[in-house]
């Protein structure tokens, strides 16, 4: 299996681009595949979600993309097998200031990742948000990107702005950088402006919606304060149960 790098973006924060990266990392890992899942973001909250103090690491991405530390020696097992870490750190924070006069700023992270990312059969990075250098790194380094989509008016205003900054970084830094899907998330099946979003997103980007709808879930905001991914916490709730759909969906790509 040849392997696949996906970022998952959007500028907007809150609408479930973390979650999505640890609960899909996880459950592709359930189904036995080699996954790494990298934090791009200052935040640290997938490296959090994963149960890692963000503030005692040794090294971080971070190092790697900054002081050029191989990331094999940033790299961390986590308590799912098959799925591994490349945790961030609040030093990241810095970094877009740091690499303003580096050679080849945009590159850094497709840099660091390039010697170890044959051994995973899928990468995930979990971008900040915001359309920054960080997250131009991560999508200069990925293959697809998958956009969450909150179920709300306004997460659709920036969507647009979103898709013109991928249209850019394909003409000017990854040519072959393609949209793998729009994930719609935080449904809430009581209101009628939830399905209209779901409906206008399907009917703008037929093609490219994911047919999975992640839905508000209760168990999914808890799992994170237990470090654990839904697949461990809670695989049968709503929440794991849509994210194990969408992980069926990325596998079935082939």
Do not use: W
């Given at each position: 299996m040849v392997s696949r790098v996906y970022a998952v973006a959007n500028q907007k924060g809150g609408?479930?681009?973390?979650?999505?990266v640890v609960s899909l990392g996880a459950f592709l890992a359930a189904a036995d595949r080699r996954v790494l899942l990298l934090d791009i973001d200052?935040?640290?909250?997938?490296?959090?979600?994963?149960?890692?103090?963000?503030?005692?690491?040794?090294?971080?991405?971070?190092?790697?993309?900054?002081?050029?530390?191989?990331?094999?020696?940033?790299?961390?097992?986590?308590?799912?097998?098959g799925l591994d870490l490349i945790p961030s750190s609040p030093a990241l924070a810095g970094a877009e200031i740091e690499l303003v006069n580096a050679p080849s700023r945009e590159f850094r992270l497709k840099r660091a990742l390039a010697p170890i990312r044959d051994r995973y059969d899928f990468v995930l990075?979990?971008?900040?948000?915001s359309l920054g250098l960080l997250t131009v790194n991560a999508l200069a380094a990925a293959d697809q990107v998958i956009i969450p989509v909150q179920c709300e008016y306004l997460p659709m205003e920036g969507l647009a702005q979103?898709?013109?900054?991928?249209?850019?970084l394909r003409a000017n830094v990854n040519p072959g950088l393609t949209i793998r899907g729009l994930l719609m998330?935080?449904?809430?099946?009581?209101?009628?402006?939830a399905q209209q979003v779901v409906d206008e997103v399907r009917?703008?980007?037929?093609d490219r919606a994911f047919a999975t709808v992640v839905p508000r879930s209760v168990r999914l905001?808890?799992?994170?304060s237990y470090g654990e991914p839904i697949v461990d916490y809670a695989p049968h709730s709503a929440g794991g149960l849509a994210y194990e759909a969408l992980a069926k969906e990325i596998l079935s790509d082939g």
């Open positions: 609408v479930g681009k973390t979650t999505t200052p935040q640290a909250n997938a490296t959090s979600s994963l149960g890692v103090d963000k503030n005692s690491l040794p090294l971080s991405i971070y190092d790697a993309i900054v002081s050029d530390t191989s990331l094999n020696d940033v790299l961390m097992l986590t308590r799912r097998v990075i979990d971008c900040p948000p979103l898709l013109r900054t991928i249209d850019l998330t935080m449904f809430d099946s009581r209101t009628s402006l009917g703008h980007f037929s905001s808890e799992a994170p």
